[in-house]
């Protein structure tokens, strides 16, 4: 099992690019989880997805981001555009029908 | 709401020593908690969870944490502490909304757990 993959790794870009973060979770869960963390305001939660559909999205922080699950497989996070407020490490994680979840090793995001 | 709150933002404990680190939490009807460390770079772990019965629960490297109803709180031990322990851990509280639990987490702020030699 390969756990839940995420890319890239680190990103770096300019404010008012386009950014978008990418998940694989592990196959056979159900749930997508998308978290943002930083030091000020810790773990949050954006927004989860089960069985590809969007379920809670109150926590995106505004329009400017934009959360897909188009199969099973795959996720996309996207950030339009970006500012250096939304610099942050970016958790994808999957469940089954109940926790735990599982964490990818995230995405760091820097805006400059 | 659901919250969950970890009261020391730092834990100091030397090599060998037990280690608690604290949790306590807010809930409408029966809490699931759950614990996760993270180490530096990486996502979070997960080490244990509760959701019913033994109010001792035992989790992985050694980890156990105790249920406590009475005084809302679910702390993480260890008998003997490593200096591979040393990293940051979550508390967490299934979220529950309308009646129903969800599968949404709600995280605590985190405990650094430093270990010295």
């Known amino acids: 099992d390969a756990g839940v993959i995420q890319s890239p790794r680190h990103e770096v870009t300019e404010m008012g690019q386009e950014v978008t973060l990418r998940c694989k979770p592990i196959?056979?869960?159900?749930?997508l989880f998308w978290y943002r963390q930083t030091m000020m305001r810790g773990l949050e939660l954006l927004i989860y997805f089960n069985n590809n559909v969007p379920i809670d999205d109150s926590g995106m922080p505004e329009d400017r981001f934009s959360a897909k699950m188009p199969n099973a497989s795959f996720s996309t996070l996207k950030i339009q555009p970006s500012e250096p407020r939304d610099s942050a490490v970016y958790f994808c994680?999957?469940?089954?029908?109940?926790?735990?979840?599982?964490f990818g090793n995230g995405t760091r995001l820097t805006v400059t | 709401a659901q919250s969950v709150a970890q009261p020391e933002d730092q834990v100091n404990v030397a090599e060998g020593n037990p280690l608690t680190v604290k949790c306590t939490y807010s809930?409408?009807?029966?809490?699931?908690l759950f614990w996760y460390v993270q180490y530096p770079n990486r996502g979070l772990q997960f080490l244990l969870k509760?959701?019913?019965?033994?109010?001792l629960v035992k989790g992985s490297y050694g980890f156990e944490a105790e249920f406590n109803k009475s005084q809302t709180s679910f702390h993480l031990k260890k008998p003997s502490a490593l200096v591979s322990d040393s990293a940051l851990y979550f508390c967490?509280?299934?979220?529950?909304?309308?009646?129903?639990?969800?599968?949404?987490?709600?995280f605590g702020t985190g405990t650094l757990l430093a270990v010295q030699p």
């Open positions: 967490a509280v299934r979220d529950v909304r309308y009646g129903g639990a969800t599968n949404k987490l709600i």
């Open positions: 809930v409408s009807g029966n809490p699931y």
């Open positions: 196959s056979g869960h159900d749930y």
């Open positions: 509760y959701i019913t019965g033994d109010n």
């Open positions: 994680a999957s469940s089954k029908d109940s926790p735990p979840l599982h």
